[in-house]
C-alpha cells in the first residue's frame, strides 16, 4: 500500500517573519548609531553590508541550534 506524500510545508512561516522584522529593525538602528557616532566605520556602505552578515552568521547559529537542541 501506497502512502501519499506529506505536502510540502513553506519556509515562510510567522516565526522568519518575526526574525526578518527583528534583524531589520535592529540592523537599521546599528547603521543610523554608528553613522551618527563614527564617520570612519561605513557599516552602511559595506558589500555585503556588516549588518547583513551578522545576521546571516546569527540565523546559521539558530539553525545549527535547531538541529541539534
Known amino acids: 500500500m501506497e502512502s501519499s506524500p506529506e505536502p510540502?510545508?513553506?519556509g515562510l512561516s510567522v516565526r522568519s517573519i518575526l526574525l526578518a522584522m527583528l534583524f531589520l529593525v535592529?540592523?537599521?538602528l546599528w547603521v543610523?548609531?554608528?553613522s551618527l557616532?563614527?564617520?570612519t566605520c561605513r557599516v552602511a556602505e559595506g558589500t555585503?553590508?556588516?549588518p547583513a552578515l551578522t545576521a546571516l552568521?546569527?540565523?546559521g547559529g539558530?539553525?545549527?541550534a535547531a538541529a541539534f537542541g
Open 32 to 34: 543610523r548609531q554608528v
Open 8 to 10: 510540502r510545508q513553506s
Open 57 to 59: 552568521v546569527l540565523l
Open 26 to 28: 535592529v540592523g537599521a
Open 37 to 39: 557616532i563614527s564617520y
Open 48 to 50: 555585503p553590508s556588516v
Open 62 to 64: 539558530v539553525a545549527l
